[in-house]
């Protein structure tokens, strides 16, 4: 924090863009055309770049001089209340006292960042909620039984001589491949995505659309439990709904029959 | 000297929906005994009962009642897989509609009836290139089946139904989407396979295919009964 006229304090986001380290000097341009120096004493840490990544703090009177405001006016101030209970009594107060004011009290400020933050987690949420949607009706496709398609084919392959274990194989192995490729698919894809090209779409979401971007970096990190447990939630289901109806289909004997090739139960005794 | 019996039906019957207002005698208490190497034509008007009494030749459905013999065998009381190895041992298969499978190709197609056999895959390929190119469609191996001509898709259907080197083909109206030219190839690949000493049953109504002189025997149905 700047202890002397003169100084300041910065974010990361700002010392990027102007390539400043701590002890350097920022140089801003007032309104009248008017330029400043600062020296820079501060620099805010990468922990709460997400907040203070485009922040510059002055002391009072450098503000005041820069901006051009009257010796007497403040745009916010802080009050500091020792008993917490009193606050929103004292904040009430306040409204009373000067009616142009709005105070706002911690609680609020964090209420307010956690809107924010749950607000675009919804968003990043209600995107998954939309892709698990689609998986489950192409799993619940699945386990609803054989498509005409399907039914013919099994019926096809036991005309020409399969058995229903060969049929069963057939199908199981299948399953296998296409959830297995579809799984390594998905991940590489996540991969990439994230670790290559900077996730450029869940970032914004994530880190809000600020003047000065926080240089935010996914940080590399692969779970084995999280690739366990989608393997589980994805790839086991989708082989058991692939063969599982399979079982169902051809247990039916092969009907050959004018309309085509039908499967059909049996009629009597079969 | 007499012909060796290949196979043959003991009053045969297949009852559709017995004991229903919608029962149908497809097939009515037939005998008939077909040897090796003959062509039998079986021949009759649609709904006669040529498709069932095909299939139940063709152990693909039980009779209602009466015995299948195939070599001397009782088919009927057999389990379902000794049918099914019954089925690849023997018969070769060419539908009506051909059902070949749509997705894939032409060799694939015609490699099918062979995985189950357990050959190497190199063997299959081998053999199906070979069928391929005694039917002339080595060149169109790769080719999807809805890329194929009507004749050239039945060859491919041809060609599966041989991949086994099964002694009887089993043929339900072939000629039903071919036209004139394409049904006279058809029957000549058919005298060449009876040449080779394979056993042909083909049901029809196509008179292209009942007149043909090599016919060892039309078998006549109606109503499910020989006449
Ligand atoms: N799955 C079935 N269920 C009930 N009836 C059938 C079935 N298949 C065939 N039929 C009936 O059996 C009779 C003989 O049919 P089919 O053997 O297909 O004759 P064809 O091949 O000579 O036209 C027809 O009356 C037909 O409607
Ligand atoms: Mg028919």
């Known amino acids: 924090m700047p202890e002397e006229r003169g100084e300041c304090a910065i974010g990361r986001g700002v010392a990027q863009t102007r390539y400043i380290r701590l002890g350097g000097e920022l140089i801003l341009t007032s309104s009248k055309g008017e330029h400043f120096l600062f020296r820079v004493t501060g620099l805010f840490t990468a922990d709460s770049e997400i907040l203070t990544n485009d922040l510059i703090v002055l002391k009072n009177q450098d503000v005041i001089e820069f901006f051009g405001m009257p010796e007497n006016r403040a745009t916010d101030l802080v009050v500091q209340v020792y008993n917490e209970r009193e606050v929103p009594v004292i904040a009430y107060k306040i409204t009373e006292m000067f009616p142009g004011t709005r105070p706002i009290t911690r609680s609020e400020i964090i209420r307010t960042y956690e809107t924010v933050f749950n607000w675009r987690s919804g968003m990043v949420l209600a995107m998954f909620a939309g892709a698990l949607a689609a998986f489950f009706i192409l799993a619940w496709d699945k386990a609803t039984g054989l498509s005409a398609e399907e039914r013919k084919e099994i019926g096809i392959l036991k005309a020409i001589g399969w058995n229903t274990s060969d049929i069963l194989t057939l199908k199981f192995w299948e399953g296998v491949v296409i959830s297995l490729t579809s799984f390594l698919t998905g991940l590489i894809l996540a991969y990439i995505h994230v670790f290559f090209l900077g996730a450029p779409l869940i970032v914004p979401a994530i880190k809000g659309w600020s003047v000065v971007f926080p240089d935010l970096r996914p940080f590399p990190q692969v779970n084995p439990n999280h690739i366990v447990v989608i393997l589980v939630a994805t790839v086991f289901p989708l082989c058991v709904k692939h063969f599982n109806p399979v079982v169902e289909g051809s247990g039916n004997r092969p009907r050959y029959g004018d309309e085509g090739l039908r499967l059909c139960r049996p009629i009597t005794g079969e | ?227």
């Open chain 2, 1 to 227: 000297m007499s012909a060796e019996v290949l196979i043959e039906t003991i009053e045969v019957s297949r009852i559709y929906n017995p004991g229903m207002p919608c029962e149908v005698k497809a097939v009515d208490r037939i005998s008939l005994k077909i040897n090796r190497s003959d062509v039998v034509v079986i021949k009759g008007p649609s709904g006669s009962g040529k498709t069932t009494l095909l299939s139940l030749i063709g152990c693909m459905s039980r009779p209602t009642e009466g015995k299948v013999l195939i070599k001397e065998k009782d088919a009927v009381k057999l389990p379902e897989s000794f049918l099914t190895q019954i089925r690849r041992d023997t018969f070769g298969f060419i539908f009506q509609q051909l059902h070949l499978i749509e997705g894939i190709t032409v060799e694939e197609n015609v490699m099918l009836p062979m995985y189950p056999l357990g050959a190497r895959l190199d063997d299959i390929k081998d053999s199906a290139e070979k069928l391929l190119k005694k039917l002339d469609l080595l060149k169109k191996k790769s080719y999807k089946i809805k890329q194929l001509s009507g004749g050239e898709k039945q060859r491919t259907a041809i060609a599966r139904a041989l991949i086994n080197n099964p002694e009887v083909i089993l043929a339900d109206e072939p000629t039903a989407h071919l036209d004139t030219a394409l049904s006279e190839e058809f029957m000549s690949i058919l005298y060449d396979l009876n040449q080779e000493g394979k056993t042909l049953i083909i049901a029809t109504h196509d008179p292209l295919v009942y007149q043909e002189p090599y016919i060892t025997r039309i078998i006549e149905m109606r109503d499910g009964a020989v006449l």
